[in-house]
């Protein structure tokens, strides 16, 4: 595995993934969807990892329409955020897995199979609060 992928998904331990300038912020340098991917990734789990960050409940939805993915066209929420109440994620988190050789950090494929692949059916609301980016 691409050893600068596989550091960042083993170092990055915050309950959000997907605020790409956030993410540079943190980091220190600008951030690209290349920095995440890695194609020899394939765990067995791959589908229901996908499907979990696809089911999961919206914790935050903007008056934004969906956009075609820059990069292969299909179309994707730019304005959707979803959680299980413990982790929160971009829309295109799901997408960017399944068609473009994305990682996921190590502690959202522990916490996804820890909860057996499936997610809560609501989460608190007060929970967007704790999670969002600083």
């Known amino acids: 595995m691409n050893e600068r992928v596989r550091r960042f998904a083993a170092e990055w331990v915050r309950p959000w993934f997907g605020f790409w300038d956030k993410e540079a912020e943190v980091l220190g340098h600008p951030v690209a ?22 089911a999961s409940p919206a914790a935050l939805v903007g008056q934004v329409e969906e956009q075609p993915c820059r990069r292969c066209g299909r179309p ?16 295109s988190a799901a997408h960017l897995v399944e068609h473009h050789d994305f990682v996921l950090p190590d502690h959202f494929v522990r916490a996804i199979r820890s909860r057996h ?15 969002w980016p600083q």
């Open 76 to 91: 994707i929420h730019p304005a959707l955020y979803l959680s299980d109440g413990d982790l929160l994620w971009t829309d």
């Open 117 to 131: 692949y499936t997610p809560p059916e609501d989460i608190d609301p007060g929970a967007l609060d704790r999670l």
């Open 33 to 54: 969807i290349e920095d995440h991917a890695d194609p020899t990734w394939q765990p067995p789990d791959k589908a229901s990892l996908i499907e979990y960050l696809r």
